[in-house]
C-alpha cells in the first residue's frame, strides 16, 4: 500500500495583492491524489497602481515586496515545503524595472520568481481542480478577474477548449486605463467562441467575485444568478467607498476593485448569455500547485 504526504508552495504576485498558498498533495495507491489547503496569506500590495499609471514599481512598494518575499520564504521553511513556484503577472509583466525586482528578491530571499504572460496565466489557470462542478455536458466560460487582466476560458465536454487573456483588469478599470475597442476586442472574442453553444454558465475566481459570494448567503456549489449579481452591482454603487467598507465589511484594497470586478464578470455573463455563475473558490495558486505536483510526478515514471 502506497501512501505519502506531499507540501507544496504556490506563490501568485498580482497586480492587487501577492498571495502565498501552501498545499497538501495526499497520495493514496493508485487513486488521484487530494489536494488540501494549509495555508493562505494575502498581501494587499497594489502594483498595478504602480505600474499601469508609472510604468514601473515604486521605491516603497520594491521595499514592501522585499518584506513580504522573505517572510514568505520564512513561512515555506518552517511549513517544510518541499517544492514551490512563485510566478508573477500582469503588473511585473508590464514594469520597467520587474527584471531587475526579481533579480533583487532571488538574492535577498532566495526565491526565483518567474514573470508569465497572460496566455501561459490562462493555461495555468485551466489545470485547476474544477471537476467538482463541471458536468461534462455543459458548457462553461471560465473567468479569472484580476488587476491587471482577465483570463478567459472556455470549457465543453469537460476539457479547456481555448483560452485568452485581455488587458481588462480591476485596477486598470480603477485609472480609467482599458479603451473602448479593448472591451470591444473581448466582447466578439467572447461571442464568437460561445456561439457554436446553446447555453453557458459562468465560472468566476478571483477574491472580489469569492467576496460576492460569501456575503450572498449561498450554501457552497449553489450558483449566483444574472440578475443577483446585477442588484448586488447596484447596491455596491449605492454605497460610498467608506461605506462600503462599513456595511459590508470590506478590506480597503477590496472595496474599491469589486466595482469594476462586477462589471467585468457581468459583461462576460451578457456576451455569453449566462444566466448563473458558478464561484469554485479556486484560481492560479491552486493551478500552481497543481502544476508542481504534476512535473514532480512526470519525473518520478
Not at 56 to 63: H, R
Not at 110 to 125: C, P, V, Y
Not at 253 to 261: E, L, N, Q, S
Request: aromatic share 10%; glycine share 6%; hydrophobic share 40%.
Amino acid at each position: 500500500m502506497a501512501f505519502e504526504i506531499k507540501k507544496y508552495a504556490a506563490i501568485d504576485i498580482g497586480s492587487n495583492a501577492i498571495r502565498l498558498l501552501i498545499a497538501t498533495a495526499t497520495v493514496f495507491d493508485d487513486l488521484p491524489p487530494v489536494f488540501k489547503k494549509t495555508s493562505l496569506v494575502r498581501v494587499p500590495i497594489r502594483l498595478g497602481q504602480d505600474v499601469f499609471t508609472k510604468g514601473e514599481i515604486s521605491d516603497y512598494n520594491v521595499e514592501r515586496m522585499l518584506k513580504t518575499m522573505n517572510s514568505y520564504k520564512n513561512l515555506m521553511e518552517v511549513h517544510e515545503v518541499e517544492d514551490y513556484k512563485a510566478y508573477a503577472t500582469s503588473a511585473m509583466r508590464d514594469a520597467s524595472n520587474g527584471g531587475s525586482i526579481s533579480k533583487k528578491i532571488k538574492k535577498t530571499s532566495g526565491i526565483n520568481i518567474e514573470i508569465i504572460d497572460g496566455s501561459h496565466e490562462a493555461a495555468i489557470i485551466a489545470m485547476t481542480d474544477l471537476h467538482s462542478i463541471i458536468d461534462q455536458e455543459k458548457v462553461y466560460l471560465y473567468v479569472d478577474v484580476g488587476g491587471g487582466s482577465t483570463e478567459f476560458t472556455l470549457f465543453a465536454n469537460g476539457h479547456a477548449v481555448t483560452s485568452k487573456s485581455f488587458k481588462i483588469g480591476t485596477v486598470r478599470l480603477l485609472n480609467d486605463m482599458v479603451k473602448s475597442s479593448l472591451w470591444s476586442e473581448a466582447e466578439s472574442w467572447i461571442k464568437e467562441v460561445c456561439e457554436p453553444y446553446k447555453r453557458i454558465e459562468l465560472i468566476g475566481s478571483g477574491g472580489n467575485i469569492n467576496n460576492i459570494f460569501k456575503n450572498s448567503g449561498k450554501s457552497y456549489g449553489k450558483p449566483l444568478s444574472y440578475f443577483y449579481l446585477a442588484s448586488y452591482y447596484e447596491k455596491l454603487q449605492s454605497y460610498t467607498y467608506e461605506e462600503r467598507m462599513y456595511h459590508l465589511a470590506l478590506n480597503q484594497d477590496r472595496a474599491d476593485v469589486i466595482i469594476p470586478a462586477c462589471r467585468i464578470y457581468l459583461r462576460a455573463m451578457k456576451w455569453s448569455e449566462a444566466k448563473n455563475i458558478h464561484v469554485p473558490k479556486i484560481g492560479l495558486t491552486d493551478g500552481i500547485i497543481k502544476s508542481i505536483y504534476n512535473s514532480k510526478n512526470q519525473t518520478i515514471t
